[in-house]
């Protein structure tokens, strides 16, 4: 059974620090990982996928790598801003095209 | 207008009612999924449709049922909610035919207590 885990639970770090989220899973068999934006009370904002072939993904200050066959993906945050506080959840989609959730890492950048 | 809507946003209900969540999607997906999501904790599926003759079971869909009312529409219903219902219930779709594989995206969800 595929088991998405993101360390760390909390993160707390002052404006304009570059970050790193991690994200493993226990199957290397899926067909590709997303990370999501999560806000208070709020739906899910898609950030980056990545497909199975490929390693890394990029969108503005944001960098998200795959490593499948040790199971581990890590999203980069450059030049962190207040505005980037939120709750940030990674999720794998497994053979039979199920999406299978980590249960997040909380940001707070502090101004 | 956003391409994923779900009604309502919020619901108080009492345990033992029946209760629908509705979602509607103008993307023109043809998959769609219901997931709850608890406190702390990511998302679990509830059930899911690859098309609208197709309803499947996931991780978590005793005291669950849903409907496929159309290609856009996707309910999910409660028959006798109970507290530990109480979550945060969203929506997703996906388009099987596009080029990036089943890239999901979500509804705002529906905050959902069981009293």
């Known amino acids: 059974k595929q088991e998405v885990t993101q360390i760390p639970a909390a993160l707390s770090v002052p404006e304009g620090e570059n970050l790193v989220l991690n994200c493993s899973f226990t199957?290397?068999?899926?067909?590709?990982l997303q990370w999501f934006r999560q806000d208070p009370g709020k739906g899910l904002t898609s950030l980056l996928l990545?497909?199975?072939?490929?390693r890394e993904q990029t969108s503005g200050r944001l960098n998200a790598s795959l490593d499948k066959s040790s199971g581990r993906s890590t999203l980069y945050i450059a030049a962190s801003q207040p505005g980037d506080s939120a709750t940030y959840l990674c999720?794998?989609?497994?053979?039979?095209?199920?999406?299978?959730f980590g249960s997040g890492t909380r940001l707070l950048v502090r101004p | 207008d956003a391409d994923v809507t779900q009604t309502p946003r919020n619901r108080i209900t009492k345990t033992g009612k029946r209760i629908m969540l509705e979602c509607s999607q103008t993307?023109?997906?043809?998959?769609m999924y219901w997931y709850r999501q608890d406190p702390g904790l990511g998302l679990r599926l509830i059930y899911y449709?690859?098309?609208?003759?197709?309803?499947n079971k996931g991780e978590i869909s005793d005291g669950y049922s849903v409907s496929r009312q159309a290609q856009a529409k996707f309910s999910l219903s409660l028959e006798s909610a109970i507290p530990n219902q109480t979550a945060l219930y969203f929506c997703?779709?996906?388009?099987?035919?596009?080029?990036?594989?089943?890239?999901?995206?979500f509804g705002p969800g529906t905050r959902l207590t069981v009293l």
């Open positions: 997703a779709t996906s388009d099987s035919t596009s080029g990036i594989i089943d890239e999901q995206f």
């Open positions: 199957d290397s068999a899926i067909y590709n």
């Open positions: 990545i497909q199975s072939s490929q």
């Open positions: 999720a794998v989609m497994d053979s039979s095209y199920k999406l299978i």
């Open positions: 993307k023109g997906h043809d998959r």
């Open positions: 449709s690859f098309d609208v003759k197709d309803i």
